[in-house]
Each structure stands twice: as structure tokens, then as C-alpha cells.
């Protein structure tokens, strides 16, 4: 009985693992998950509405805009790179807008400034 569960376990496991390989990216920021009211499926549904591609990178951060809680989504599409901001409290679109060097850059030092 115990040996036909655990098949019944791997088999499961086997056949959904692809389904979940585009969302294999970690959430920066997991600690604040709690706060949030929209739920990271819901917001990278929200943002790949918004700009459909890759996720590439997400987080979940404090930040100014909206109420105050956003997700944050590096999104591949074609050659560039969007970032979307979902806010995690109405779910509403906070930003849609291509990433640059050097807006990756201001945010690194602002990320780094923070901590």
C-alpha cells in the first residue's frame, strides 16, 4: 500500500513539473507575502496579461505608488525586458514600462540603500 502511494507520488509529481518550469524563478521578498492580498498566481497572471513573455525575476517589495505593497515582474518579451509593478493589494497595474541599464542600476543602489 505504502509502495503505491509513493508511485502514485512521483507519477504526480513527474507529470507537473512542466507546467511549472516557466515558474521556477524564486520571489524576492517572500517575508512580506503575509501583507499581500493578491496572491503571487494571481499577480503574475495580472502581469503576463499586462506584457506577455518570461517571467525572468519577481519580488514582492515595499515601494511608493499604489498601497505601498507591489509585486515587481521582469518580464522577457522579444528582445527586451519589461518591468511590471502589480499592486498586492487591488491587483491594479502600477507600471508597464521597458527596463534600461541604468533604471536597473538606480534600483540596484536603491535596493542596497534600503537594506
Given at each position: ?29 517572500q ?26 525575476d ?15 515582474f ?42
Amino acid at each position: 500500500m505504502k509502495l503505491s502511494i509513493w508511485i502514485a507520488a512521483a507519477v504526480a509529481v513527474a507529470c507537473t513539473a512542466p507546467a511549472f518550469a516557466k515558474s521556477s524563478t524564486a520571489l524576492k521578498g517572500q517575508t512580506l507575502a503575509a501583507e499581500a492580498k493578491v496572491t503571487l498566481v494571481q499577480a503574475r497572471a495580472i502581469a503576463l496579461k499586462a506584457r506577455p513573455g518570461d517571467i525572468v525575476d519577481q519580488e514582492l517589495e515595499k515601494e511608493k505608488g499604489g498601497s505601498g505593497l507591489r509585486y515587481s515582474f521582469d518580464i522577457k518579451s522579444g528582445a527586451k525586458t519589461y518591468e511590471v509593478g502589480v499592486d498586492a493589494a487591488s491587483g491594479a497595474i502600477l507600471e508597464n514600462g521597458s527596463e534600461t541599464a541604468a533604471a536597473e542600476a538606480r534600483e540596484a543602489k536603491a535596493d542596497k540603500a534600503a537594506h
